[in-house]
Each structure stands twice: as structure tokens, then as C-alpha cells.
């Protein structure tokens, strides 16, 4: 019988970071502004979470992706990962950083919905698979930077479910080019659109663009959230939080700014625009917080009540032994960039 595993590789972490460098360079370039201790367990659990999307969004038969998915998560929470890079890297950070099984499981069931191809009747169904895909990341998130107290784990999930809405009201004509529709049902009844005729020929107009301001309006009321719940994390966690927090709502002020058009244009924000939100971040890094007066939003309570009842102490040295093993690879990588330029 396979022994549990408990320690990351270096070679395994490396792996990760390679593949996010070249096929997910958003996240990538993100992460350096992640304190080196977060950055490598934020590489080798996003670098799963991006695995699992793409195996639904691009795989051939996203059904029984779906399948391996419960499969690889069942394996990594028993101590017997799957034998490749990002499930052992993965495996290794879960147990190390007492990350409730609940919460990638939720990631999972979001992505089962996406095999259904559901809609939502309502914006709190939207909101219930919002915080799966996107809120569920953002407790993990939270609990590798080292925060469990619920007030912070809430604005933690408040702004991945802004940033999914941001991302649904971007993609409005590229999903809709794909089959995909994620607008609440009663929202473009009210509106007059018929959902199978917008499918079928996806156009931009005047109610359009009223919904995707409407939805725009609820990200905006969550981003606000869940910046009062920056000054709640480590100091040298904030920077790279609070960058990606101003990044993502200026997409929305960008598809604000083209009038809400989203089927003809992908609104995006340019690589100077982005160096200027990060230095306003880091101008707001001291910001006190005003976080635990705001209730969680219903959509996400079970995501912190699961992180809540997983707050077990760590195996001795065991969190130590990955720190190090994060610290080590940095080093490695470093000696060799000095010795490729010298």
C-alpha cells in the first residue's frame, strides 16, 4: 500500500509554475506580487484549479473529465496523489495548510454544473455558483496566507465572486458564441431577450447592456466588500491582493467606458494601466479595515463554515517542512538565473 504523502517536491512546484507561466500568464505574473511564502503553495493549488477548468472547458468529453476530477480530489485527500506534478504538489499543500476538502469539492460541483450546461433562474442562483468557481479559490487563498478568522475569510470569498462576475459580464458574447449563457433567466425575461434567440445570434443592444450593467452594479457592491477585508490579511499579503482586487474592477470600468457592448469587444486593461493599480495598491496597503461589521453573503456562509470547522493544528513541522521546501526552490532558481547571466 502507497505510504501518505506529506512533502512537496521542489521538481513537482517547478513543474507547476512552468505550466502556469505558459498557460495562464495572468496568474503568473499575479503571483510575483505574492510574498514568496504564498507564492508557492498559491502556484501548486491554482495550478489544480486551473487543471480541472480546462479539463471541462477544452477537454473532449467533459463528463468523464468531471469524473477524473472527484477521482484526482479523493486520491489527494487520501495521501495518495495521482502520479504527476500538480496533483502531488497539490496534495502536499492541502494537507499542509489544513485545507477543508469541502472547498475544492465545491470548485468541482460548480464545474459539474458548467457539464449540465445550466442556467440561473435568479442572481442568487448565479450567486450560488459563483461562490463554487470562484468564492471557494478565494477562501483557499486566504487560508494559505495564514487567515481563518470568518470576517476575513468572507471578504476573501466576497471579492473571487465579484471577479467571477466580472468575468461572466467580459465573456457575455463569447460564451454566448459557445452555447453558454450565465445571465439570470428573469433578468433578460424582464428585459424582453429571449435566451435561445440570443444564442442563436448574439448581438449587442440597449437592454444588453442594461443587464450587464445590472451585474456589473452587484460585482461593484461585492468589490467594495471586500476591499474593507485587505487591511485583515498579513501586511505582506496585501500588495498582491489588493492589485488584483484594482485590476479586476477596472475591467469592469472598461466595459462601463464602451457603453456595456460585450459581444462586439473584450474589454481589457492594458499592461501600464495595470502598473498603476498596483502602485495605488501599494499606496493603500496600511488602509485600516472596517471588514467585520459586513455579514458574509449567503452564497458563500457554507465555504466559511467548512474553513471554520477544518481549524485543526498542523502536524508538527509539517507546515515548516513545506515553507522550507518553497524556500529552497526560490534559492535554486535564483543560483541558476546568476549562473545562465554570468
Not at 18 to 34: E, V
Not at 74 to 93: E, L, Q
Not at 269 to 289: C, D, H, Q, Y
Request: proline residues 6%.
Amino acid at each position: 500500500m502507497q505510504e501518505p504523502f506529506h512533502a512537496v517536491d521542489p521538481d513537482d512546484l517547478a513543474a507547476c509554475r512552468d505550466m502556469l507561466r505558459h498557460g495562464s500568464q495572468s496568474f503568473f505574473a499575479a503571483s510575483l506580487l505574492l510574498p514568496k511564502r504564498v507564492r508557492g503553495p498559491a502556484t501548486a493549488l491554482y495550478a489544480f484549479c486551473r487543471q480541472a477548468d480546462d479539463a471541462i472547458d477544452h477537454g473532449a468529453d467533459p463528463q468523464s473529465a468531471l469524473s477524473g476530477l472527484n477521482e484526482r480530489l479523493d486520491a489527494a485527500y487520501a495521501g495518495c496523489p495521482h502520479p504527476n506534478p500538480t496533483d502531488r504538489a497539490f496534495a502536499a499543500t492541502v494537507a499542509a495548510f489544513q485545507i477543508p476538502k469541502a472547498l475544492p469539492a465545491a470548485l468541482i460541483e460548480g464545474l459539474s454544473w458548467d457539464v449540465q450546461g445550466r442556467c440561473y433562474e435568479n442572481v442568487e442562483s448565479l450567486m450560488d455558483y459563483a461562490a463554487r468557481v470562484a468564492g471557494a479559490v478565494g477562501v483557499m487563498m486566504a487560508l494559505i496566507m495564514g487567515v481563518r478568522s470568518a470576517a476575513a475569510l468572507a471578504r476573501a470569498a466576497d471579492l473571487g465572486v465579484a471577479m467571477q462576475l466580472t468575468n461572466i459580464a467580459r465573456d457575455v458574447g463569447e460564451d454566448a458564441k459557445a452555447g453558454r449563457l450565465f445571465l439570470p433567466l428573469d433578468w433578460l425575461a424582464q428585459a424582453g431577450i429571449d435566451p435561445a434567440a440570443f444564442l442563436a445570434d448574439p448581438q449587442d443592444s440597449p437592454e444588453l447592456s442594461r443587464l450587464v450593467g445590472k451585474l456589473l452594479a452587484e460585482a461593484e457592491t461585492l468589490y467594495r466588500r471586500a476591499k474593507a477585508g485587505i487591511g485583515l490579511l498579513p501586511l505582506d499579503a496585501r500588495l498582491g491582493i489588493g492589485a488584483a482586487h484594482r485590476i479586476y474592477a477596472a475591467i469592469g470600468a472598461k466595459i462601463a467606458g464602451s457603453g456595456y457592448a460585450c459581444v462586439s469587444r473584450r474589454a481589457r486593461v492594458t499592461g501600464a494601466e495595470k502598473l498603476l493599480l498596483v502602485l495605488r495598491a501599494a499606496a493603500a496597503i496600511a488602509v485600516p479595515s472596517g471588514a467585520a461589521t459586513i455579514p458574509a453573503l449567503p452564497a458563500n456562509l457554507f465555504l466559511i463554515n467548512a474553513a471554520a470547522a477544518a481549524e485543526i493544528p498542523p502536524e508538527p513541522g509539517s507546515i515548516v517542512k513545506l515553507l522550507l521546501m518553497f524556500e529552497r526552490l526560490e534559492r535554486s532558481q535564483r543560483d541558476s538565473a546568476a549562473r545562465l547571466t554570468a
